[in-house]
């Protein structure tokens, strides 16, 4: 596995594919980074002739947890053919109704993802998230660590739901969205608003 970025996110995407049993044998950067926590050799960017070449022969991983860049770069290995696996930690409690799309999906350690939910390609469940029954998590959205979609919410792709929010049942998030950590939504939320606090404004 080549996990594409090297920072925050992909430390955490690091541990979930340890955690798996899974092997990461190098990451693509713009530039190889001075601090390296896991002693993973630098293979090139993802469209240089050594990073291409690692990312076909072992699969690869974005984990860049910016929802547009991490789009880009998804789209762009598309075009190449070269198809994303997921990362999903073992801890994580997934209901055999749960519909995972197969490509770039990150399910984060002690998430929970209820009954007919549906998380879309490239979206990241973060750190103890609660998905619960019929939501649906669009592509390249990401939940952050603690938060609660109950049941039948929808939040639209690109969408960022932050750490420890909680959106009220039936509500729907629309598309690039941002949600502060902690907010409390109990209304539908448009296309590019960014709402915080108790109720969510």
Known sequence: ????????????????????????????????????????????????????????????????????????????????????????????VIDSSANIATQGVMIAANATINPLAFIATGAICNTGCIVEHECAVGEFAHIGPGAVLCGNVKVGAGSFVGANAVIRQGVTIGNNAMIGAGAVVVKDVADGVTVVGVPAK
């Open 1 to 92: 596995m080549v996990l594409i970025g090297y920072s925050g996110h992909a430390f955490v995407v690091y541990g979930i594919f340890k955690a798996a049993g899974k092997n990461v044998m190098g990451y693509c950067d713009v530039a190889e980074k001075t601090y390296n926590p896991f002693g993973l050799p630098y293979v090139g960017t993802e469209n240089s002739e050594t990073g291409l070449d690692a990312i076909k022969a072992s699969g690869y991983f974005i984990a860049v947890g910016d929802n547009k860049l991490r789009k880009k770069i998804y789209e762009a290995l598309q075009k190449n053919n070269l198809s994303s696996t997921n990362a999903i930690h073992p801890s994580a």
